[in-house]
């Protein structure tokens, strides 16, 4: 008896959640990113914003945000001293 592949996404045969098509579309951090309206995909990490900058001294959450937006054209990403980009 073979064992049939049931996706947890979308409920359908024949292939798993990480192979899902409805993957990509449910991420909400590609979606934040700005990957829904077209923009390139940044490198960022997530941090606390009581993080503290080793460069100069200040937490996450008091440094500027990028240029950076999500699809509802909300800046959310912070730019550290050392250029690093933030998700607090």
């Given at each position: 008896?073979s064992?049939?592949?049931?996706?947890?996404?979308?409920a359908?045969?024949?292939?798993?959640?990480?192979?899902?098509?409805m993957?990509?579309?449910?991420n909400?951090f590609k979606?934040?990113?700005?990957?829904?309206v077209?923009q390139?995909?940044?490198e960022?990490r997530?941090a606390?914003?009581?993080?503290?900058?080793q460069?100069c001294?200040l937490?996450?959450r008091r440094?500027?945000y990028s240029?950076?937006r999500?699809?509802?054209?909300d800046?959310?990403l912070?730019?550290?001293c050392?250029?690093d980009l933030?998700k607090?």
């Open positions: 008896m064992e049939r592949l049931m996706c947890c996404l979308c359908r045969e024949g292939h798993l959640s990480k192979d899902c098509p993957a990509r579309a449910l909400p979606q934040l990113a700005g990957e829904a077209g390139p995909v940044p960022f997530r606390s914003g009581s993080c503290v900058c460069a001294g937490e996450y440094h500027a240029e950076h999500d699809w509802n054209d800046p959310f912070n730019v550290l050392n250029g933030v607090l």
